[in-house]
């Protein structure tokens, strides 16, 4: 089992930056892909941002692209996002999660650890 705890978040004026951080623990972390997804209040659960186990390949969702980049450190078992410009429309809760791939994936159902979620809220 991975166990995953997200933190980070925080309260940020829209232009300014985050960078959230996934520490996980458990089975070993380099043989997982890792993304990020978020939740707004009344909204769906939104694929952001997934790494490859190598972390050579990197795959967003159109709205973050340019602004957010994921990286991970294997030796660390952490999975960070680095949120740039933030807009208030960025605004959610945002989970890290990890599958059972070595790949990119991008669907909800195709990772099966979750992360508490940390909240990130963009002030405009």
């Known amino acids: 089992q991975v166990q995953l705890v997200e933190s980070g978040g925080g309260l940020v004026q829209a232009g300014g930056s985050l960078r959230l951080s996934c520490a996980a623990s458990g089975r070993t972390f380099s043989s997982v892909g890792m993304g990020w997804f978020r939740q707004a209040p009344g909204k769906e659960r939104e694929f952001v941002a997934a790494i490859s186990w190598s972390g050579g390949n990197t795959y967003y969702t159109d709205s973050v692209k340019g602004r957010f980049t994921i990286s991970r450190d294997n030796a660390k078992n952490t999975v960070f996002l680095q949120m740039n410009s933030l807009k208030p429309e960025d605004t959610a809760v945002y989970y890290c999660?990890?599958?059972?791939?070595?790949?990119?994936?991008?669907?909800?159902?195709?990772?099966?650890?979750w992360g508490q979620g940390t909240q990130v809220t963009v002030s405009s």
């Open positions: 999660a990890a599958s059972t791939y070595s790949n990119i994936v991008v669907l909800a159902t195709q990772y099966v650890y």
